[in-house]
């Protein structure tokens, strides 16, 4: 029999499939679902609002049986008004801390910790920060953690060194001359892509990277071990993310009366080329 009583489908929201920590979070999505016979429909709404309303509400007219929420936009009104009213699972991850039953929690305090730890062993005590103006809450934890550890290693992070950019290639590149105002001997960019695009824009200002001035990324994406120099990072398991994610919606799906799950994931230092000790 080819028809199932349910489509068993989940809806899957992310801010922005362009970014491979996106990808590789949809990879884990795709091979849980698989396993478990479900059909991921996924979206990346470039943190349109509307655009992310519309695609919620199309997935809910499909008869969408859960959804995994990592795109920030999905207020708390609209969780309420259309998936709590239509009784349907979802999970909020990453960008989107708000409350759900069942969370795959990253520990982005520590992640912060492992970043200035790294830095300030290496010498570093002029440290720039490059992130979003408007950050999610998972990012206002990793600068939180970023900033409390400095302080306990006597290093203070001037409020002027945290220069805003969008979480971008192109955000990082633009973001160059106002991280060298700083005057920063390193600087710990919110997220890989964006200290990729600060690495391009540091080359074309002829500093070299880490000799002349370090550079730490966060998430570990595929490319990191392919540009030069390898970018130092923060390991976030961004495939198993997706898995467990999957995992956690699928048996709730499929038992709504169970206690609620809770998953912790660690982050982890990958130190490779882009940092190096101060001059
Ligand atoms: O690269 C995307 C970033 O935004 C990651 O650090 C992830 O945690 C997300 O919030």
């Given at each position: 029999?080819?028809?199932?009583?349910?489509?068993?489908?989940?809806?899957?929201?992310?801010?922005?499939?362009?970014?491979?920590?996106?990808?590789?979070?949809?990879?884990?999505?795709?091979?849980?679902?698989?396993?478990?016979?479900?059909?991921?429909?996924?979206?990346?709404?470039?943190?349109?609002?509307?655009?992310?309303?519309?695609?919620?509400?199309?997935?809910?007219?499909?008869?969408?049986?859960?959804?995994?929420?990592?795109?920030?936009?999905?207020?708390?009104?609209?969780?309420?008004?259309?998936?709590?009213?239509?009784?349907?699972?979802?999970?909020?991850?990453?960008?989107?801390?708000?409350?759900?039953?069942?969370?795959?929690?990253?520990?982005?305090?520590?992640?912060?910790?492992?970043?200035?730890?790294?830095?300030?062993a290496l010498g570093h005590q002029r440290i720039a920060v490059v992130m979003p103006e408007h950050p999610t809450q998972n990012l206002l934890i990793r600068l939180d953690g970023f900033r409390k550890q400095l302080a306990e290693l006597g290093v203070q992070l001037a409020s002027t060194a945290v220069v805003t950019a969008a979480m971008t290639k192109l955000g990082g590149y633009q973001a160059t001359s106002a991280v060298l105002a700083?005057?920063?001997?390193?600087?710990?960019?919110?997220?890989?892509?964006?200290?990729?695009?600060?690495?391009?824009?540091?080359?074309?200002?002829?500093?070299?990277?880490?000799?002349?001035?370090?550079?730490?990324?966060?998430?570990?994406?595929?490319?990191?071990?392919?540009?030069?120099?390898?970018?130092?990072?923060?390991?976030?398991?961004?495939?198993?993310?997706?898995?467990?994610?999957?995992?956690?919606?699928?048996?709730?799906?499929?038992?709504?009366?169970?206690?609620?799950?809770?998953?912790?994931?660690?982050?982890?230092?990958?130190?490779?080329?882009?940092?190096?000790?101060?001059?």
């Amino acid at each position: 029999n080819l028809i199932m009583k349910s489509a068993q489908t989940i809806g899957v929201l992310v801010p922005n499939l362009g970014n491979p920590f996106f990808s590789m979070f949809i990879r884990g999505v795709q091979q849980t679902s698989r396993d478990r016979h479900f059909i991921p429909l996924i979206f990346g709404a470039n943190h349109d609002e509307k655009l992310e309303s519309y695609y919620l509400q199309e997935l809910i007219k499909r008869a969408v049986d859960g959804l995994i929420i990592a795109s920030a936009s999905i207020t708390g009104e609209a969780i309420d008004n259309i998936l709590k009213k239509n009784g349907i699972p979802y999970l909020l991850i990453d960008q989107n801390g708000g409350p759900s039953v069942d969370r795959v929690r990253i520990d982005d305090q520590q992640g912060g910790q492992l970043a200035a730890q790294h830095l300030v062993a290496l010498g570093h005590q002029r440290i720039a920060v490059v992130m979003p103006e408007h950050p999610t809450q998972n990012l206002l934890i990793r600068l939180d953690g970023f900033r409390k550890q400095l302080a306990e290693l006597g290093v203070q992070l001037a409020s002027t060194a945290v220069v805003t950019a969008a979480m971008t290639k192109l955000g990082g590149y633009q973001a160059t001359s106002a991280v060298l105002a700083q005057k920063p001997t390193a600087v710990f960019a919110i997220n890989d892509e964006t200290a990729l695009g600060l690495i391009r824009g540091l080359h074309e200002q002829g500093l070299r990277v880490p000799e002349d001035i370090s550079v730490l990324g966060y998430d570990d994406i595929d490319l990191d071990e392919y540009v030069v120099p390898k970018l130092s990072t923060i390991h976030q398991p961004v495939v198993t993310m997706g898995q467990q994610a999957t995992t956690l919606l699928i048996n709730r799906i499929q038992d709504q009366r169970q206690p609620e799950q809770l998953v912790n994931l660690p982050v982890e230092l990958r130190d490779r080329e882009s940092t190096g000790p101060v001059k």
